[in-house]
């Protein structure tokens, strides 16, 4: 049953649109189940209908004419229920819904299971048999099964098909025009533009339909990458020849068959020449011989699918081997990938990058703070995103909401271009605010702070009336870099950046990495990396490393004297007095070399794990301050990966044992005299940020584009107002109602343009 079900998944997952989805699923359910009807209804939300999409054993006519009202018949008893109904004999239900001309009333025994996708109930599938008898445990499992499996490829291909362009049969389906596709927001604005999809190399799966450039050159390039790969195989036969029995051996010439048949190669120049260029082409190829493979009942003819992928392969690293590096990115490129990585982003000129879409991750991950960094629209997590079919497409990515629109109708762009008018002119509302102190209304100075990370963004940001850098990130340039970066080349980085803001303060973080953040030439695998090695964890177990590092922060230092170090991810108080101790020793060795005693900088411990709050005082009274990094301790707190879309919507800093903790935090701080800031992400969100003010925060770090926003907010609550907001925040139970409280706080305060746009 395993090895059925899996083909029919994959099968499905491969079909190019909804239509033959669900065509598919009927036909394969009905065989694997031996029934003698399938049936398989999609609900239509905005008429709250369910209809036939797809029957073998219905009269074919009536798909899309067979429309049942939400409630009404046994699809909608299964759909109500969401759970399935299990009959022996359907028309004598008191439910039983006839409809005349379907055929219907041959059949008996009837199972309805629903098909769910992320709680949201897509359709029902549908059994019957003709025989009056109701179906057993292991059919039902059968059916649930498949069903849940199904859902997620159903979405994926409703998003890129639509469902209304089904219900006549006969109709091309329309383009999912107004039906936006959900992810997560990742950072703050709405990007319109051309979706340009990144692919990583040597997945055929992930390779995007594009139109040929010059047919004939692609048609040249398949074949010399066919040549190539026989070459290989000739040459592997040639070196294993005395190691392997000859039976072994034939598998080279069965590739060797396959790469002669004519049938890989017509069809491939076939597709090329019909407008797909020649990587699609390969692919659509490839996955249509595995299924004629795989079909077949000769377990070794089955199993020869495995090959054929692993051929395609093959030649698609021929074909990627000297990509012609692309530089025709449209004037404003939306940047589309099932995974991005920050020199993905780089590679694109900032001026023509108007939003990012992202398959995984979520708002907390390092690409989508990155984004926000440089003030580019982002949708993470939209799982359900066709990639392969939206390359050229125009595309909306709202960052505000998460939301994606593919092809959008005209009314849906015009209103996303009135929200970024509107944001603009709120954008030169808050620049007025540039240079007035971030100062409540009853004289509490909350100075704000920016995060950085690239040098690149360091510069501009000196102009955004921030008062100093609350959390550089020195990872990423570890991260660019192809080696450990030595001590001058970290010297001239650090200095660059403490010199771009002296003589304000630049809190510079030692090397985080570990959890996702993962160096190339350092590569560390386990199980569960962010409760792994990471952070200081690494770096006191490579002194060798962490001593370059502070060197060259303290040389860097010198002369200025506007450095404050920070450590990340302390979890134990050892820690702390480890690292001070190489702290001490790098000052001291700078301090003979360079022959005038140098001063220790201020230093900060990350509360970022649940013990540090546990011990915030035991860790104060070490140090100079305390700087909350609210993403990990949310994640850590609430046991939600920070980067796991499927668990995203229960990431919520505003979760009151967030705010709890943070409390304890502040108050450990300033029972040592220490002061205490936030720099994750919450710092940037204006409802947190009220509350923030309202625990005795003493400085707030966030992205530079959200820090006129914040700048905002401070301006606008006293520190008295805050506080009896957080109060009343306190006393509620869960992160949604904090945030309504707050938000309805803010609009009341005449700042309703913030809630808008942050949630
Ligand atoms: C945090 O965890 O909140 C933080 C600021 O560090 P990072 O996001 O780099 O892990
Ligand atoms: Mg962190």
Same mark, same amino acid.
């Not at 019957?128 to 057993?136: E, I, S, T």
């Not at 505000?400 to 509302?429: D, M």
């Not at 108050?667 to 009220?690: I, L």
């Given at each position: 049953?395993?090895?059925?079900?899996?083909?029919?998944?994959?099968?499905?997952?491969?079909?190019?649109?909804?239509?033959?989805?669900?065509?598919?699923?009927? @036909?394969?359910?009905?065989?694997?189940?031996?029934?003698?009807?399938?049936?398989?209804?999609?609900?239509?939300?905005?008429?709250?209908?369910?209809?036939?999409?797809?029957?073998?054993?219905?009269?074919?006519?009536?798909?899309?004419?067979?429309?049942?009202?939400?409630?009404?018949?046994?699809?909608?008893?299964?759909?109500?229920?969401?759970?399935?109904?299990?009959?022996?004999?359907?028309?004598?239900?008191?439910?039983?819904?006839?409809?005349?001309?379907?055929?219907?009333?041959?059949?008996?025994?009837?199972?309805?299971?629903?098909?769910?996708?992320?709680?949201?109930?897509?359709?029902?599938?549908?059994?019957?048999?003709?025989?009056?008898?109701?179906?057993?445990?292991?059919?039902?499992?059968?059916?649930?099964?498949?069903?849940?499996?199904?859902?997620?490829?159903?979405?994926?291909?409703?998003?890129?098909?639509?469902?209304? =362009?089904?219900?006549?049969?006969?109709?091309?389906?329309?383009?999912?025009?107004?039906?936006?596709?959900?992810?997560?927001?990742?950072?703050?604005?709405?990007?319109?533009?051309?979706?340009?999809?990144?692919?990583?190399?040597?997945?055929?799966?992930?390779?995007?339909?594009?139109?040929?450039?010059?047919?004939?050159?692609?048609?040249?390039?398949?074949?010399?990458?066919?040549?190539?790969?026989?070459?290989?195989?000739?040459?592997?036969?040639?070196?294993?020849?005395?190691?392997?029995?000859?039976?072994?051996?034939?598998?080279?010439?069965?590739?060797?068959?396959?790469?002669?048949?004519?049938?890989?190669?017509?069809?491939?120049?076939?597709?090329?020449?019909?407008?797909?260029?020649?990587?699609?082409?390969?692919?659509?190829?490839?996955?249509?011989?595995?299924?004629?493979?795989?079909?077949?009942?000769?377990?070794?003819?089955?199993?020869?699918?495995?090959?054929?992928?692993?051929?395609?392969?093959?030649?698609?690293?021929?074909?990627?081997?000297?990509?012609?590096?692309?530089?025709?990115?449209?004037? *404003?490129?939306?940047?589309?990938?099932?995974?991005?990585?920050?020199?993905?982003?780089?590679?694109?000129?900032?001026?023509?990058?108007?939003?990012?879409?992202?398959?995984?991750?979520?708002?907390?991950?390092?690409?989508?703070?990155?984004?926000?960094?440089?003030?580019?629209?982002?949708?993470?997590?939209?799982?359900?995103?066709?990639?392969?079919?939206?390359?050229?497409?125009?595309?909306?990515?709202?960052?505000?909401?998460?939301?994606?629109?593919?092809?959008?109708?005209?009314?849906?762009?015009?209103?996303?271009?009135?929200?970024?008018?509107?944001?603009?002119?709120?954008?030169?509302?808050?620049?007025?605010?540039?240079?007035?102190?971030?100062?409540?209304?009853?004289?509490?100075?909350?100075?704000?702070?920016?995060?950085?990370?690239?040098?690149?963004?360091?510069?501009?940001?000196?102009?955004?009336?921030?008062?100093?850098?609350?959390?550089?990130?020195?990872?990423?340039?570890?991260?660019?870099?192809?080696?450990?970066?030595?001590?001058?080349?970290?010297?001239?980085?650090?200095?660059?950046?403490?010199?771009?803001?002296?003589?304000?303060?630049?809190?510079? @973080?030692?090397?985080?990495? =570990?959890?996702?953040?993962?160096?190339?030439?350092?590569?560390?695998?386990?199980?569960?990396?962010?409760?792994?090695?990471? =952070?200081?964890?690494?770096?006191?177990?490579?002194?060798?490393?962490?001593?370059?590092?502070?060197?060259?922060?303290?040389?860097?230092?010198?002369?200025?004297?506007?450095?404050?170090?920070?450590?990340?991810?302390?979890?134990?108080?050892?820690?702390?007095?480890?690292?001070?101790?190489?702290?001490?020793?790098?000052?001291?060795?700078?301090?003979?070399?360079?022959?005038?005693?140098?001063?220790?900088?201020?230093?900060?411990?990350?509360?970022?794990?649940?013990?540090?709050?546990?011990?915030?005082?035991?860790?104060?009274?070490?140090?100079?301050?305390?700087?909350?990094?609210?993403?990990?301790?949310?994640?850590?707190?609430?046991?939600?990966?920070?980067?796991?879309? *499927?668990?995203?919507?229960?990431?919520?800093?505003?979760?009151?044992?967030?705010?709890?903790?943070?409390?304890?935090?502040?108050?450990?701080?300033?029972?040592?005299?220490?002061?205490?800031?936030?720099?994750?992400?919450?710092?940037?969100?204006?409802?947190?940020?009220?509350?923030?003010?309202?625990?005795?925060?003493?400085?707030?770090?966030?992205?530079?584009?959200?820090?006129?926003?914040?700048?905002?907010?401070?301006?606008?609550?006293?520190?008295?107002?805050?506080?009896?907001?957080?109060?009343?925040?306190?006393?509620?139970?869960?992160?949604?109602?904090? *945030?309504?409280?707050?938000?309805?706080?803010?609009?009341?305060?005449?700042?309703?343009?913030?809630?808008?746009?942050? *949630?």
């Amino acid at each position: 049953m395993l090895e059925t079900l899996r083909r029919i998944i994959e099968e499905v997952n491969c079909a190019p649109n909804l239509e033959q989805a669900l065509t598919l699923i009927v @036909r394969r359910v009905k065989q694997a189940m031996e029934v003698d009807l399938c049936s398989v209804y999609l609900a239509d939300s905005a008429r709250r209908q369910h209809v036939l999409m797809a029957t073998e054993g219905l009269n074919p006519n009536s798909v899309g004419r067979v429309k049942l009202r939400f409630g009404e018949g046994l699809v909608g008893l299964v759909a109500e229920r969401n759970e399935p109904v299990n009959l022996d004999d359907a028309p004598r239900h008191a439910q039983y819904r006839y409809c005349p001309g379907s055929g219907e009333e041959q059949y008996h025994a009837f199972l309805g299971v629903p098909i769910v996708h992320h709680r949201k109930l897509l359709g029902v599938l549908v059994v019957q048999r003709r025989r009056p008898a109701r179906f057993d445990e292991a059919e039902i499992s059968f059916m649930i099964t498949i069903a849940a499996q199904l859902a997620g490829g159903i979405a994926h291909a409703e998003a890129s098909g639509g469902v209304n =362009g089904l219900h006549r049969k006969g109709n091309p389906p329309s383009p999912p025009a107004n039906r936006p596709l959900q992810g997560l927001p990742g950072a703050p604005g709405v990007g319109i533009g051309t979706a340009v999809v990144i692919y990583p190399p040597a997945d055929l799966d992930a390779i995007p339909d594009r139109e040929p450039q010059d047919p004939e050159q692609e048609i040249a390039a398949y074949q010399a990458a066919v040549e190539a790969v026989r070459r290989d195989i000739l040459e592997l036969s040639r070196r294993l020849e005395k190691h392997l029995p000859a039976e072994e051996l034939a598998l080279f010439d069965a590739y060797l068959m396959l790469l002669d048949s004519g049938t890989l190669n017509d069809r491939v120049t076939e597709q090329i020449r019909a407008g797909n260029w020649v990587q699609a082409a390969l692919r659509n190829t490839i996955n249509e011989h595995v299924r004629i493979f795989q079909e077949m009942d000769d377990p070794y003819l089955s199993e020869r699918s495995d090959d054929l992928r692993d051929l395609g392969l093959r030649i698609l690293t021929y074909l990627q081997k000297n990509p012609p590096a692309r530089t025709d990115y449209p004037a *404003r490129t939306i940047l589309v990938a099932e995974e991005l990585t920050a020199t993905l982003l780089a590679e694109i000129p900032t001026e023509q990058l108007a939003g990012v879409v992202s398959a995984r991750g979520s708002r907390s991950s390092h690409i989508a703070i990155l984004c926000r960094a440089m003030g580019v629209p982002a949708v993470m997590g939209a799982r359900d995103l066709p990639i392969n079919r939206i390359d050229g497409r125009e595309i909306i990515a709202d960052g505000y909401t998460g939301r994606v629109y593919v092809s959008p109708a005209k009314e849906v762009r015009a209103e996303f271009e009135r929200l970024i008018r509107r944001e603009a002119r709120l954008a030169t509302h808050l620049a007025h605010l540039r240079d007035k102190p971030a100062e409540t209304p009853d004289g509490v100075r909350i100075p704000l702070y920016i995060n950085s990370g690239l040098i690149a963004d360091v510069i501009p940001s000196r102009d955004c009336g921030a008062e100093g850098i609350g959390l550089y990130r020195t990872e990423f340039p570890f991260l660019a870099a192809e080696r450990f970066p030595g001590e001058e080349q970290q010297l001239q980085i650090y200095r660059t950046v403490l010199q771009s803001f002296a003589p304000l303060p630049v809190t510079l @973080r030692t090397l985080d990495v =570990g959890g996702d953040k993962n160096l190339p030439y350092f590569p560390i695998e386990e199980d569960n990396p962010f409760l792994g090695w990471r =952070g200081i964890r690494i770096t006191l177990d490579h002194p060798e490393i962490f001593m370059v590092q502070l060197r060259a922060m303290l040389r860097a230092n010198h002369q200025l004297g506007n450095l404050r170090l920070l450590l990340p991810m302390v979890s134990n108080v050892s820690e702390v007095d480890e690292a001070l101790e190489l702290i001490e020793r790098a000052r001291e060795e700078l301090s003979e070399e360079l022959e005038t005693p140098l001063e220790r900088p201020p230093v900060g411990v990350m509360v970022e794990v649940p013990s540090a709050v546990y011990q915030a005082g035991a860790l104060a009274k070490r140090v100079e301050f305390l700087s909350v990094g609210s993403n990990d301790l949310t994640q850590y707190l609430l046991a939600v990966d920070r980067n796991n879309a *499927r668990v995203a919507d229960l990431f919520d800093s505003l979760h009151p044992a967030v705010l709890q903790a943070l409390r304890q935090v502040v108050e450990e701080a300033h029972r040592f005299g220490r002061e205490v800031s936030v720099c994750g992400e919450m710092a940037g969100d204006p409802a947190a940020a009220v509350l923030l003010l309202g625990m005795g925060m003493d400085s707030l770090s966030m992205t530079v584009s959200g820090l006129p926003r914040i700048k905002w907010v401070i301006r606008s609550f006293s520190r008295r107002q805050a506080a009896e907001l957080l109060e009343q925040a306190l006393a509620m139970e869960d992160a949604h109602s904090i *945030r309504r409280h707050v938000n309805a706080a803010l609009e009341r305060a005449g700042l309703g343009g913030l809630v808008h746009a942050d *949630r």
